[in-house]
């Protein structure tokens, strides 16, 4: 008997026991003495659920085998804002998988990556298998486009993720995974513990001056503790300037922003939402210090909706907050944007924070925490956050191509 002749037995077995279910209950009555509802009833519906579970897609005399072979040469073009890490989520995938990895840092941080060679070599890596290329946007240009590179991973902004896009496609059609910008929201409810939402929207956007692409730039809380919330969160802020200097110091926590381009970038938008009156200042608005590329911590409250500092990517230490009335109110606001990267939820209702994770367009939604990831789970972004998957099973798969292998066993 062949797999497709059982699959058609269990599965006429399984209707015949539902469409005699009555009395097979009556039967199991008679001796059991069990009830028909609830015992009776669910007992058989088992045993019909389990036949079709079972009935499994029939064997039809062919054996598979799915191999999930290396691409070849891949190459990641990595971010100034954490270059090793970022080295990580694609160097290690690409490496475990089989593959032969090309590292392209960024011209901002490049002597962390200049020192990964020879860590590689120590390592015991073969030749080659490992290695690092030096440049600005036009060598990751050429990574992008070049036909020996079976994929390209690219962390970055969103128009230079766009035009490693094109560049791969133009090329050889080149798989691309890319890791892009946010403007994640941090939702906070009225019932939410307000020290742990305070303590993690903080230290969401202060780490690393607020170069983060999934940092929690805006921030949404409802009506009924915004004062609080508000009171609280400048409070906090305002502690941390105090720890802001030379990273080279132990007990700093704040440091500069990367070079000057950046730093005269981000104040110009401060300054611009300062002008255009696009909210209330609440704290920082402008540089710290006469040496160094340092910016304090800014605040702006009560922000227009079409205003620069509320829709689009900063990429430094600025946020805005805003009030709220209702869960129906918050998932269209937090969803309104062209970013789908990271979502926050704080709440002491599991069932709502449920329904804004499942609602929320995002690729990661932290409940009571945000700006956070882990390694055995999937990270990316949803619009023009990103394409594809890294870490966790998804990024080994990301780094191979499945092959079907069919073997006839019928002759």
Known sequence: ??????????????????????????????????????FGRSEIQTAVAYFR????????????????????????????????ASMGLKAAPALATGNVFILKPSEKTPFAAAALGALAVRAGFPPGVFQ?????????????????????????????????QVAAARGNLKRVTLELGGKSPAVVFADADLANAVRWTVNALTTN???????????YV?????DRFVEAYTAAFREKMKAMGDPEDGNVELGPVVDKA????????????????DGTLLAGGCSQGSQGYYIQPTIFADTKANAHIYKDEIFGPVSVINKFQDEDEIIERSNDSKYGLMAGVFTQDINRALRLSAAFDSGVVGINCISTIHVSCPFGGTKESGLGREMGEHALRAYTEPKTVLINMNY
């Open 1 to 38: 008997m062949t797999g497709q002749e059982r699959q058609k037995l269990l599965l006429k077995f399984a209707d015949l026991l539902e469409q005699n279910q009555d009395y097979l209950g009556y039967l199991t009555r008679l001796t059991l003495g069990a009830p028909f509802t609830p």
């Open 132 to 164: 690092v290329v030096q440049g600005d946007g036009g060598t990751g240009g050429l990574l992008a486009a070049h036909a020996g590179v079976a994929k390209v991973s690219f962390t970055g902004s969103v128009a230079a993720g766009k035009a490693v």
């Open 222 to 226: 409802q009506a009924e503790i915004y």
């Open 262 to 277: 950046q730093y005269e970038r981000i104040l110009d938008i401060i300054d611009t939402a300062k002008k255009n009156g």
């Open 53 to 84: 579970w079972q009935s499994f897609p029939a064997d039809d005399g062919f054996y598979k085998v799915v191999r999930n072979e290396p691409l070849g040469v891949v190459a990641g073009i990595i971010p100034w804002n954490g270059p090793t």
């Open 209 to 219: 001056s607020g170069q983060i692409c999934f940092a929690a730039t805006r921030v």
